[in-house]
């Protein structure tokens, strides 16, 4: 009587949870990283409130982590609305990157690495429904390029439960920021705009264990 007591009132804690993820990705996440003071890597952290896929973990489950951010007036909105958080501004490039800035055109939660996507038409295309659903209007701005890698190290990181990855098409680039050999999330939530390519590359070392939604993949370490 007193477990079904414990899972009855489990399961009415989760029910009272806000969730702050589009399409409940926080919610659904907590199935799979159902324990307290995890550590979360989010990249495409927005304002650190916006659609956020780790703020729930954090307000409900006491998780801390890293939240990176390109867009350097997000990113003061980031600092300020998630102040247990290390914050950063850049956006993620791969290991091999050699300039310190990289452009990108600005369009709030849909804000693109400029030439990041696999056509023109296909940005343009994307820059324009942000626009349209945002009620924003775009421009062009150069933001600081880091690897994952580097900042990760930067911040002595030893240990990641959840990596969410939400770069709009740029997600391969910032994956190939990843030094697998040192870092291996346990779980990886990417916006997989381009899935195959995604898969291929994570292989050998994670498998995609859930689909949370039309474009949002869980992938699992592979142990």
Known sequence: MSSLSKGI???ISHWRKTSYALNELD???????????GFFVEAGANDGIKQSNTLLFEKYRKWCGLLIEP?????????????RCA???AAL???DYADENIEMRY????????GG???AEEEQEHIDKGCEIQRVETHQLTVPARS??????EHQVTHIDLLSLDVEGYELSALQGLDFARYQPLYMLIEARYREEIDDYLAPHYAPVATLSYHDVLYQRRL
């Open 107 to 114: 369009c709030d939660l849909m804000s693109v690495v400029a």
């Open 148 to 153: 994952l890698t580097s900042i990760l190290d």
């Open 87 to 89: 914050v950063e501004n």
């Open 27 to 37: 919610l659904k996440l907590e199935r799979y990283l159902d324990f307290d003071e």
């Open 71 to 83: 867009v350097p007036e997000l990113y003061r909105a980031c600092c300020r609305n998630r102040p």
């Open 93 to 95: 490039v791969p290991l």
């Open 9 to 11: 009132r489990k399961l």
């Open 117 to 119: 996507m696999k056509s």
